[in-house]
């Protein structure tokens, strides 16, 4: 049976990820040979520039640094007030990340640059954002930001103990009902533009029974965003034990904050509409 693939473009497209990369050919080597090896000190990842998950942990750090400075200065603009600055830092980060994300995204090769670059653009959009939500909401961010890293740690445990793994059939309903949510969110932002629904959530402001709908799609993208990370940790295990150069530890890095920013956006939304 085939491995499942994570859907986060920065692992599926890169074949030291998605489980397709060709395998080496073992070299012969003499009896000598191999003694002289077996009575050498092991060598770590790092003297053989191999990819490993410390190396992983340390670059996504450095990503959030990065993001951590531009959401800063975005906050910061927004927040107490929305001002005309706060607002253009936003639509300049959302629409410089969207375009980054994606050439990284399509990119073979890890950019570091790049790479780096998405992450100080994307964090002024969530600055930005995350202000003008806590202008509104006060205590909101720090909400957000807590369940985010609460969805994180117990996705990761799962994960660790093994409870918690992908499969070939749960990865094909994820693909289809990302996709799904993709299209509805589409969709809603095209109604809420045109004033079409006068929410200020569109149609996720709608209440069915009492209860708005945004709640119970938040809380849907929440499992998938949650899933995403399960798919994401799978591809990094499997570069680690693939022996992946250690530049792809920028992608891991790349796919895993990607995934984050969702979730804490997602988060966000539906701490909104319940506090509304």
Known sequence: MAEPTSSNPAFARNP????????????????????????????TPAQTDRMSYDDVIVKTVGMFVVLLVGAAAGFLTNFPAPTPLGIGLMIVGIVGG?????????KREPSVPLILLYAGLEGLAVGALSGFFEARWSGIVLQAVLATFAVFGVTL??????????????????????????VFSLINFVLMITGAVPNAFGLRGVEIFGIPLGLVIGVFAVILAAYSLVLDFDAIQRGVKSGAPRKY????????????????????????????
Not at 17 to 37: D, M, V, Y
Not at 165 to 176: D, E, H, N
Not at 256 to 268: D, F, I, K
Request: no cysteine; hydrophobic share 55%; glycine share 8%.
């Open 16 to 43: 030291i990820f998605n489980g397709k990369a060709a395998a080496t050919q073992t070299p012969t080597i003499s009896a000598e040979g191999l003694q002289e090896l077996y009575n050498s000190p092991a060598a």
């Open 98 to 106: 969207l375009v980054l994300g994606i050439v990284n995204a399509v």
């Open 157 to 182: 445990a799962l994960f660790a103990s093994g409870k918690v793994r992908a499969s070939k059939r749960a990865t094909k309903v994820f693909l289809i009902a990302i996709v799904g949510y993709a």
């Open 249 to 276: 530890g920028w992608s891991a890095a790349f796919g895993l904050v990607v995934t984050l920013v969702w979730l804490y956006l997602e988060l966000l939304r539906i701490i909104a509409i319940f506090r509304n």
